[in-house]
């Protein structure tokens, strides 16, 4: 997320904001906005939910036991809440709690990051070891050098929903909302933003940027190194024991494996068992991303 501000002086007691890009990130933002009163316009140059983003398919991981560093916790933690909030406020429920499973060396990366987060922020997390795992979750057959951590706050995300339930709590906050809308250009000055579309022209005096992959072309006169990354998602149809897969029975999962592969499952809830790597894509730009699955995201796996 990119904000780009008015001075305070000059901003008045209810500001105008602009959101560009109505993503996970843009919808909840407006919402959030709308929510406290605050005048504001989404806009995106598709028709949210859609495909063409990273904010799309069944599901996304959330977890509060955070490899990443302890900082991030205390905003996991107000997430968590306004997750349950949200599912309480619209009639299709975006979060559902699965519980995490997090697996591997325990002097990897992950398994000690997440040590030194949950320590640091006294995240409630235990420790199984691979037996218990095999016999809880007998679809996972771990190393018995392998050390196990149980999340019991991490869940499924339901993206799609999710920017639904925000977009219409948003516009029924008194947001104003337009798609198919594309940015043409926007410029700052001490007493606002002026930003140009493809159909008219805004002021505000806030507008924040939340447009994912075209970012980079969106702040490109300021140079800031930002990368796009390809990564593939796969789901997969169980062939045997589909029951071991079902939501309710399986966790969010990750293994890190040699500290290469730090792989991750979600359960199958209704389109097949999600498996991804975190990260390990391809650096691309939103001209040139190829939307297709390649020979090379299968030489990857196998």
């Known amino acids: 997320m990119e904000i780009v501000n ?3 002086s000059n901003a008045s007691s209810n500001p105008r904001v602009i959101v560009v890009g109505l993503g996970a990130h843009g919808s909840s933002t407006t919402y959030q906005l709308a929510k406290r009163g605050i005048t504001v316009t989404g806009i995106d140059q598709f028709h949210p939910p859609h495909s063409m983003g990273s904010s799309h398919g069944p599901s ?11 900082g991030y916790v205390p905003m996991l933690r107000r997430s968590f809440d306004l997750w349950q909030e949200l599912n309480d406020l619209y009639s299709e429920p975006s979060f559902h709690l699965t519980g995490g499973l997090f697996m591997g060396q325990p002097d990897g990366r992950a398994i000690s990051g997440i040590h030194t987060a949950s320590k640091a922020q006294n995240i409630d997390i235990s420790i199984m070891t691979p037996d218990e795992v095999r016999r809880k979750y007998p679809s996972f057959n771990i190393p018995d050098e392998w050390e196990a951590i149980w999340d ?3 869940g499924a995300i339901f993206p799609e929903i999710a920017i639904t339930a925000h977009l219409d709590l948003a516009e029924k906050a008194g947001a104003e ?8 250009k926007w410029s700052a000055t001490p007493s606002g933003v002026t930003v140009t579309t493809s159909r008219k022209t805004y002021e505000a ?3 924040i940027l939340t447009s994912g992959a075209w970012i980079t072309e969106m702040l490109a006169n300021l140079k800031i190194p930002f990368e796009i990354e390809r990564v593939t998602l796969w789901m997969i149809e169980p062939r ?4 071991f897969f079902q939501a309710g029975t399986f966790p969010n999962a990750s293994f890190e494996i040699f500290e290469k592969y730090p792989l991750y499952m979600q359960a199958d809830f209704g389109t097949g068992v999600k498996v991804a790597l975190d990260h390990h894509g391809v650096t691309t730009d939103v001209k040139s991303i190829n939307r297709n699955t390649t020979r090379e995201d299968y030489v990857i796996w196998w």
């Open 6 to 8: 008015s001075s305070v």
């Open 60 to 70: 996304r991981v959330m977890r509060m036991a955070y490899k990443e560093g302890a």
């Open 152 to 154: 019991p706050k991490s």
């Open 177 to 184: 909302l337009s798609f198919n809308e594309k940015i043409e």
């Open 205 to 207: 005096d806030v507008l």
């Open 240 to 243: 045997a024991n589909r029951d």
